[in-house]
Every structure is written in C-alpha cells, then in structure tokens.
C-alpha cells in the first residue's frame, strides 16, 4: 500500500528535504506552504497521513489542524505536529486541536520516517483494485486537464503547456532556456524563479515524483 503524506511548511528546505527522503521510502508526497493551501490540497489528494507545522502565515497549524478534525472527509486521516514550539503547553494545544501526535524540531530524518511508519500503521487498508489506465499521468488538451491517480485536476494555461512540454519528453532532460522559449517566448522576460514556481504547482496537483529537477539545467518527466 502506497501511502500519501501531505507536508505543511512555510520553510521550502524542509519541505525539499523531507519530501525527497519520504519518496526514497516510497511514499507519495504533496506539499503545501500555509494552512489555506493545505485544505486545498488535502481535498484534492486525500492524504493518509498531515505532518504540520505550528507557526505559517495566512492560516497556522493550529487553525488548519481544526479545520482538518471539522470536515467529515478526513475523519480517518493522520494529523501529526512537526514544530519548533516544543514547550508541553504548545503539545497540549495541539492535541486540543485533534492532533494524533505531536514531534519537535529539530528531529534526525531517520528518527522522523521511524516515528511516521509507526503512525501510519494505524490506517486503515483500503480496497485494492486492478491496476487501470488511471495509474498514470494522461492530459486532455480540448480541456486543459490532466488525470492523475488521485482524479482529474483542471490547470491554468501555463501550467498545462508547461506539463504538455516535459511529458512530450519523456524521461528526457528540457533545459530551462528550452522552457523559457517554448512556453513565455523569447521576447518576454520573466523572473529567474517563474518556472520553479510552475514546478512547484505542478508538483502538489499530479504528485512529486513525477517531475524530476537536475539542479542548474532543466527538468525531467517520469510518467
């Protein structure tokens, strides 16, 4: 069973950093900077397990992890603290807010994936069934959306021409100046982080594991 673990963090290092060695272990990854964007995507993936952080803008963990305990949809779903503010009163607040446990920063990764395999022993299997079509990343261009394993998701021009163009490539390395020309034009000038932003997006809506980052250069899909 593969499981999904949403990341909330305000912090792109550990975001980066955690997400990178949770996929070693086989886990499929979203992230998410702020609460607000967390619900969102949470409806989205229907993760198995949150990890959390207290202190983010817009809507801190607090706030989302109450939000989260408030919806029907997951009643079942992990919510795991992972916070800087250690103090028991902090922890007592979290479990107030429906916490299933509560970890303090700063934590070894190894110590950390430990912890979340045990946690996530208590998820329920779901129901297997027969590998389809859906398995996979396929794109409709009539409506600019793409299916995933999770369902469809419908996504803004830029992004789909963005995914349209690596998935054209499959398993092949497009450099950023390729992006830059093929999808903005070359008479348009854009900000050194435009595409890593795209990236980003992308990545929380087909999941991460589908678009690799050669660090300098360019980016890489894998179906």
Request: aromatic share 6%; with cysteine; hydrophobic share 40%.
């Given at each position: ?126 129901t297997e069934e027969p590998a389809?079509?859906t398995d996979t990343i396929t ?21 789909f021409a963005l995914l349209e ?59």
């Amino acid at each position: 069973m593969s499981y999904r673990i949403l990341l909330v963090d305000d912090e792109t290092d550990i975001l980066e950093f955690i997400s990178y060695n949770l996929q070693r272990e086989g886990y499929e990854v979203f992230t998410a900077q702020n609460g607000e964007e967390a619900l969102r995507i949470a409806a989205e993936c229907r993760p198995h397990l949150v990890l959390l952080d207290r202190m983010m803008p817009v809507m801190d963990g607090a706030a989302t992890c109450r939000a989260l305990r408030e919806n029907p949809l997951f009643k079942e779903t992990i919510i795991v603290f992972l916070s800087a503010l250690g103090e028991e009163e902090e922890q007592l607040v979290g479990f107030d807010m429906g916490a299933d446990d509560y970890l303090t920063k700063p934590i070894r990764i190894k110590l950390l994936i430990s912890r979340l395999q045990a946690i996530l022993k208590r998820v329920k299997p779901e129901t297997e069934e027969p590998a389809t079509a859906t398995d996979t990343i396929t794109l409709d261009a009539a409506r600019h959306t793409v299916h995933c394993p999770h369902g469809e998701v419908v996504l803004p021009r830029k992004e789909f021409a963005l995914l349209e163009l690596l998935m054209a490539h499959p398993g092949e390395l497009v450099s950023r100046e390729e992006i830059y020309s093929r999808i903005w034009g070359e008479e348009v000038v854009v900000g050194d982080r435009t595409i890593d932003v795209h990236i980003r997006k992308l990545r929380q809506k087909i999941g991460e594991q589908h678009i690799r980052t050669i660090k300098g250069v360019g980016y890489l899909f894998e179906n």
